[in-house]
Each structure stands twice: as C-alpha cells, then as structure tokens.
C-alpha cells in the first residue's frame, strides 16, 4: 500500500488517484506536516515557487486523505497575506486541534524585526478558513533563528511549540494556544543530546557534522518524547533525540533518514500514525524541474522497531 498524487490540476477539494512519490505532482509541496483528524490524515505544506533561486515563498498548502491513495487538493488555505505582520519566506508549520479549533503554527519574515517570527492562525475545521489568530507574531524577537515550528499537546494537557535554527527554543503554551506563559527557553545541544555542541564548535570540528540543524518534529510514544529534525548542515540527513520530559536532557539516538541524492539539500519531517500504520514524510528535489528550491512532499510508511526507536528509512519513488 503506497501513496499518491496526481492531484489534478483543477484540483481545489477534488480527489484523484495514483502511487508514488512525490505525493504531489502538480506543484512543489515543502515541509510535509501530517494531522490525523477524525477518518482523514490532513498534510499541511509549504510551497516553493517554479523556477525560484531561493526559498522565497508565499503561502502554505493543504491536502488530505483517507486511504494514504486518493488524496485532496484544499488548495491555499493560508498565505502571507493572512499575517499583516508578514511579507515574505512563508517557511514551515505545523497544524494541531484543541477543543474544536485548529491552530496552523508558521513561520515567515516580520516586517517589525526584520527577522523570522513565529505566528499562529486559527480556524474552526481542518480546512479552515483560517484567519491569524492574535494578529501579531506569537513570537518575534529579532532572531533568523525563529523557523520550523513543531508543537505537541502533552497527556497532561500541557502545549508545547518547538523550533529554530542553528538553536532550538520552546515555549509552554496557555490553554488557548495563542500566547505562552513564562519565557521562551532554549535547548541546550549537547553532545550526549545532540551529537554535536554548539554552532563554533560544529564548524570548528568535523567530527562534529552530525548535529540538530532545524526543522524539529516534537512527539511523544509510550511515555516518551522525540525530537525528530534535520541534521548535519547542508546537505541535511533527518536524525532524533529521545527525552523523558519535554525540558530533556534530550538523548542522541541516531539516523532516521540517512543522506541519499534526493535533489533537496534540505529535508525536513513529520510523522503520524494513521488507521494503524505509522507513516514517515519528508521532501525531496525529485518531482521534474524540481531541486533544492524545487520540493516535493514524500511519505514511507515504516514500523518502529521493538524497542520503540526508529528504523532506517530510505527515500523511495513508490
Ligand atoms: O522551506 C523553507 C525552509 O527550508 C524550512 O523552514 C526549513 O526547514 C527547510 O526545509
């Protein structure tokens, strides 16, 4: 049982079939986050331009589906224009439900820091509409670092938002999941945590390239917490941490997806389990055309090891 795509071109909430990577072929689709809710599993995604020299980016993307076959287009639900704060690099996010409402987490540039920040939309369904949800960043302090944000609703209801880039940050979020209480905390990446210690060192030291990069994927499986993120600088391979507390320490353990020429020098995932299969997505530069400006959404379903650590996942075009 495999993917799909070949989502037609007129394609707005319209289901179409096929059976292979990339999962969409109409249209460069980035850093895939799935979202089972309900029957479906929604993927929210970023979206390269055709022909772009750079990850100058507009507006997020939406598909769905129910059989991991037939997927649909929900075309654009969100954009840079959603964010009056926002004017350009609409990078990667992550949607998540709360009490019958869906908050997109984004990132893009802010035009009051001249930086990255971390914003927040709010709609009543999956699909939305969504709509910014404080009409101001969640988080802009005039730092590059403020991409890729994660987040995850702990057991004991607790809301965490992860991200950055080359350094991790988190908050604690309220119950309403548009503001946070305390302050924003950072990560710190040590060998045993990591692989790799801070940036001076990284680039000081080789032996050191095996490191968090960016693009973190929080979760949590049988009391455990893991911190999946792409790795190793350019080009980028995807590893993980485990924690027993959100807070850490956070332990190394090792390569999920291994470097492999996918046409993308970066990679960037997210993980769901969805009607009893556990499924790995991630991007590549393969759809034609495509490249490291060019990506497309890519999905494996895999098994966890018996031990709950991850398998060795190779990228595939099935
Ligand atoms: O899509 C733009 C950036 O490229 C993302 O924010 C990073 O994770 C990398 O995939």
Redesign the pocket.
């Known amino acids: 049982m495999k993917k799909s795509l070949l989502i037609s071109a007129l394609a707005m909430a319209t289901t179409v079939a096929g059976a292979q990577n990339p999962i969409v072929q109409t249209r460069y689709t980035?850093?895939p986050a799935p979202m089972v809710s309900g029957d479906r599993l929604y993927l929210y995604t970023?979206h390269?331009e055709a022909g772009a020299d750079f990850?100058w980016?507009y507006n997020w993307r939406l598909y769905s589906t129910s059989d991991m076959v037939n997927w649909t287009d929900h075309g654009m639900p969100l954009s840079l224009d959603t964010f009056s704060w926002a004017d350009d690099?609409a990078?990667?996010a992550q949607c998540i439900e709360r009490d019958g409402k869906y908050y997109w987490y984004i990132?893009a540039h802010s035009k009051l820091t001249n930086a990255m920040a971390i914003g927040v939309a709010v709609g009543d369904s999956p699909t939305g509409p969504f709509r910014d949800a404080i009409g101001k960043p969640l988080v802009d302090n005039g730092t590059w670092d403020n991409?890729?944000p994660t987040v995850m609703i702990d057991d004991d209801s607790q809301a965490w938002v992860f991200w950055g880039?080359p350094n991790i940050y988190y908050i604690r979020l309220n119950r309403d999941m548009i503001s946070y209480s305390g302050k924003v905390e950072k990560v710190e990446q040590t060998v045993e945590g990591f692989g790799a210690p801070d940036m001076k060192l990284r680039k000081k030291d080789v032996k050191y390239k095996d490191c968090y990069t960016?693009?973190p994927w929080l979760m949590k499986r049988d009391k455990l917490y893991y911190l999946l993120y792409?790795a190793g600088g350019v080009p980028e391979h995807i590893a993980y941490s485990t924690a027993k507390k959100p807070t850490g320490p956070w332990k190394y353990r090792g390569e999920i997806m291994p470097l492999s020429k996918t046409g993308s020098f970066?990679?960037?995932c997210g993980v769901a389990d969805f009607k009893g299969h556990s499924y790995f997505f991630y991007?590549t530069g393969k759809l034609p055309g495509g490249g490291g400006f060019g990506?497309s959404a890519a999905v494996e379903e895999f098994k966890y090891n018996p031990d709950g650590t991850f398998p060795i996942i190779n990228p595939t075009d099935e």
């Open positions: 980035a850093d970023s390269d990850f980016m690099r990078w990667a990132c991409i890729d880039n960016e693009g792409a970066t990679n960037h991007h990506r």
